[in-house]
């Protein structure tokens, strides 16, 4: 168990089809994630990476190949099966912060708990200890909309960590906020993968792949590289 | 996910918009409280006939001349021979499951005290009518045997003609003119108001050979009597049958009505008027459906991102089907309970305002009311839940 690779994708392909025109957006692609890495997938757009972190996090499914979560083959899963999958092994950190404004800032963090089902006390203290790791501890009752855009990124941060995943995943999480804000959510990755959290990122910005572990490359749906940030480089960026 | 918690998403989600919620609960309310208020009042139309037949007397029997094949108060008037006061002998003679006999005449004509004028139904009738229509008089004597042997020529008033005729004066032994032939009055009437539309107490009753000879009739309107007891109603009626046959040369030209037929007859009628009363009504709630219906549909596309969220973060679409079932249910239950409150009280304003109307608020209507909201929430809630339920997560997230 503790050998087997967190998650394993082999031959996976993904097509999309409108109307007579077959998109072919992932061709044959295999990867594997351990516990502990930090990936960031980069590639033009259009090149699938966002595709493949869907496929990865489970919201979509390959149209052929494998997909593995701690040795289990999960195509076949139901939906509800697959939700469930979401909310206990994973998290999501989106481009567009996605909070929802009739909520305050702990229930928005508290809101992967309740498909958990955990009690709302226990939800939101939970919520509170998430906040205070991301920093911001004091604005649990305020509301999104009186938060800044770096602040907005962090409370979806701590929602993706609510159900302590095995892997968070982050679609552009600096492409919205401007570049020192965007320097702290990189530091924030930083620390939480130094405390254990599995992270892959789909990003454009250089300095999240200059602090990523592995770096994946993809170029129309194929896989083309995929190497090691070497220590050296990391301290030296 | 217990579903509590689902309840409590509704919740937050209806109160973050409260006046569209509200808008869209009115359809419902309105909905509600028409049916509520429009059961009660064919219900309390019901009651209210009921009760008013009951009043004349469960076991009367109304002998009419005319043979009508619905049961009821409906009858043909001309070309049979008429019934009199021989047959009315002849029952009393022969007809032993009956309990008193009592010709009437009816017919209208001015009644006229000093200068003062009304006009007025005019029932002859004899000293049986007391006993067999319940009806006596308070002041003074009613009609007696004497009176309508000698044909007297004698009046008993009702409340609302002393008054009008009278005021406050006494009126007994005064002499009135009904028509142009001078009547003595020898009493008047206990107060019973309005019955089936008709004002009792706006009547003046002479003796029935009295009536026949100055409204220069020989026939009679109507034969009342009363069966020994309510077992006894089918055996009396067929026994009056067969000595009025007998008396008609076999012919069964007259239609016996008894309250009994009325009452089930009113009662069809009335029922029918409460249920289509209730149909109409139901309309309006559907309506208010097709309102909730439309507000879920805005509201599943207003929140397409909210919902790719909550299925990226392990909603399934059972989560979000219940979530978006439960808050059209919330809209249209509370708009069920606000509208029942409303009805109710329109209803009971009603009856307080205007205590001749017995309008009353049943608990089947309230039931049926409260679980056809019900349904109308989860039945128009289901498409647009099932609509957001299916929405694919990635699109959803997308959606700007």
């Known amino acids: ?237 | 996910m217990n579903p509590f918690e689902h309840l409590r998403i509704a919740f937050d989600a209806l109160l973050a918009n409260k006046i569209r919620a509200f808008l869209t609960m009115l359809g419902v309310i309105i909905g509600v409280a028409s049916v509520i208020m429009l059961v009660a009042i064919g219900e309390g139309a019901q009651t209210y006939i009921r009760k008013e037949l009951m009043g004349i007397g469960t076991n009367l029997l109304i002998i009419v001349p005319g043979k009508t094949e619905t049961t009821g108060m409906g009858r043909m008037p001309s070309g049979i021979q008429k019934i009199t006061i021989a047959d009315l002998r002849a029952l009393e003679k022969r007809a032993t499951l009956l309990n008193g006999l009592s010709a009437v005449v009816v017919s209208n004509a001015p009644v006229k005290y000093q200068n003062r004028l009304r006009n007025v139904q005019i029932i002859g009738t004899d000293q049986n009518f007391e006993q067999v229509r319940n009806l006596h008089a308070e002041i003074g004597s009613f009609i007696s045997k004497a009176d309508v042997d000698a044909q007297r020529r004698v009046a008993v008033i009702g409340r609302t003609v002393r008054k009008e005729l009278f005021g406050e004066a006494n009126p007994l032994g005064r002499t009135v003119k009904i028509g142009e032939t001078k009547f003595r009055v020898i009493g008047i009437m206990e107060s019973k108001g309005v019955t089936l539309g008709m004002d009792i107490d706006d009547h003046v009753f002479i003796p029935v050979e009295t009536a026949q000879e100055i409204f220069d009739q020989d026939g009679l309107t109507n034969i009342l009597t009363q069966a020994i007891n309510e077992n006894t109603i089918e055996r009396a009626k067929d026994q009056i049958k067969a000595i009025m046959m007998q008396r008609h040369a076999g012919e069964e030209d007259f239609t016996i009505i008894s309250q009994q037929a009325m009452l089930s007859t009113m009662q069809t009628i009335l029922t029918t008027f409460t249920y289509v009363l209730g149909g109409i009504a139901s309309i309006s709630l559907l309506v208010g459906g097709i309102g909730i219906m439309n507000i879920m549909l805005v509201s599943v596309r207003e929140r397409t991102r909210e919902i790719g969220l909550r299925k990226a973060i392990g909603a399934s679409q059972r989560d979000i089907l219940l979530q978006f079932v439960i808050e059209s249910v919330t809209l249209s239950v509370i708009g069920g309970i606000i509208g029942i409150l409303f009805g109710a009280g329109v209803a009971y304003g009603a009856k307080a305002a205007f205590p001749v109307l017995p309008v009353d608020v049943s608990a089947w209507s309230v039931a049926l009311a409260f679980t056809f909201a019900f349904f109308v929430g989860a039945f128009f809630g289901i498409y647009p839940a099932m609509k957001a339920a299916r929405l694919n997560p990635i699109e959803a997230l997308r959606y700007e």
């Open chain 1, 1 to 237: 168990m503790s050998d087997a690779p967190l998650i394993q994708l082999d031959d996976v392909t993904k097509v999309f089809v409108t109307g007579a025109i077959r998109y072919e957006v992932l061709k044959d692609i295999s990867i594997e994630v351990r516990r502990g890495e930090y990936i960031a997938l980069i590639g033009a757009s259009g090149s699938g990476k966002s595709t493949l972190l869907n496929i990865l996090g489970c919201l979509d499914v390959p149209t052929s190949g494998h997909y593995r979560l701690e040795g289990e083959e999960i195509s076949a899963k139901s939906d509800t099966e697959m939700a469930h999958i979401r909310n206990r092994f994973f998290g999501f950190v989106f481009q567009s912060f996605n909070l929802l404004g009739r909520y305050t800032v702990a229930e928005n963090v508290a809101l992967p708990m309740v498909y958990h089902g955990l009690g709302r006390r226990e939800r939101l203290d939970k919520a509170k200890a998430l906040l205070t790791r991301v920093g911001l501890g004091e604005f649990t009752g305020h509301y999104p909309s009186e938060l800044s855009g770096g602040m907005q990124q962090r409370v979806a941060i701590a929602r993706a960590l609510a159900n302590n995943p095995a892997v968070l995943f982050a679609d552009e999480p600096t492409g919205n906020l401007d570049s020192k804000t965007g320097t702290e959510i990189i530091s924030l990755f930083e620390q939480l993968n130094a405390e254990g959290t599995t992270l892959v990122v789909v990003t454009h910005d250089a300095r999240v792949a200059q602090h990523a572990r592995r770096v994946l490359t993809l170029a129309d749906g194929r896989m083309l590289t995929d190497k090691q940030n070497s220590i050296a480089e990391l301290t030296g960026a």
